[in-house]
């Protein structure tokens, strides 16, 4: 089946590094993203994975992809307060081009 | 480009009331999606689409409708609104490559049903 799991708070001084984890299920993903949902809005794409790859660096952005342990991260560096938000895990199954399974999303919260 | 347009933005409706969210889409996108989401559980998929004249169900259907005569339009409808339907709802577009599968989001429906 199709699963995405991630925890749901994750609270950071500014200024470090935020690391945002998930777990998915369906081995068969072809692609991984990372969306950003800010306070108000819909999702916005913030990067994506091939599952052929196991890294992907984008400015503050580093995803790493671990395929035999069907493990996704995230991690922002210098998080800034402009960072908060709830950044979501999602998959595209081989099955099905048209379908996206997200999590549940993880909140991020900047403290002083 | 507007993207994804949802209307309305916010609505109140009253038990067993029925209803139409309305989205639209001016990407020329073959794919649409409705997705409800609830605290704590991220965007679970009520219906799809992958091109006008075809839709599916997806992880939670029950209580919903939708038609795709074009591809512009994917309208939800609500048949008999029950308080569990209160959620906000977001409409996307997507397109299948290079990168995937990146859909676009409207700003979503904020709905309480009473």
């Known amino acids: 089946g199709e699963d995405v799991e991630q925890s749901l708070f994750l609270s950071v001084r500014e200024g470090d590094s935020s690391v945002i984890n998930c777990t998915y299920t369906?081995?068969?993903?072809?692609?991984l993203y990372w969306y950003k949902q800010e306070p108000g809005a819909g999702l916005q794409l913030l990067t994506y994975i091939f599952s052929n790859m196991d890294m992907k660096q984008d400015q503050r952005l580093t995803v790493l992809l671990n395929k035999k342990d069907k493990h996704l991260s995230l991690r922002i560096a210098d998080t800034q307060t402009g960072d908060s938000a709830i950044y979501f895990c999602?998959?595209?199954?081989?099955?099905?081009?048209?379908?996206?399974?997200f999590g549940s999303g993880t909140r991020l919260s900047i403290r002083p | 480009n507007a993207g994804v347009t949802q209307t309305p933005k916010f609505q109140v409706l009253k038990t067993g009331q029925s209803m139409t969210l309305q989205c639209a889409q001016d990407m020329n996108h073959e794919y649409m999606s409705w997705y409800r989401q609830d605290p704590g559980m991220g965007l679970r998929l009520i219906h799809y689409s992958v091109g006008a004249g075809i839709t599916d169900q997806g992880e939670v259907p029950n209580g919903y409708n939708v038609s795709r005569s074009t591809t512009e339009d994917f309208p939800l409808r609500l048949l008999s609104a029950a308080p569990s339907q209160t959620s906000v709802y977001f409409c996307?577009?997507?397109?299948?490559?290079?990168?995937?599968?990146?859909?676009?989001f409207g700003q979503g429906t904020r709905l309480t049903v009473v």
């Open positions: 996307a577009s997507s397109t299948r490559g290079g990168t995937g599968t990146e859909a676009f």
């Open positions: 369906d081995s068969s993903s072809t692609y």
């Open positions: 999602a998959e595209t199954p081989y099955s099905s081009a048209s379908k996206i399974i």
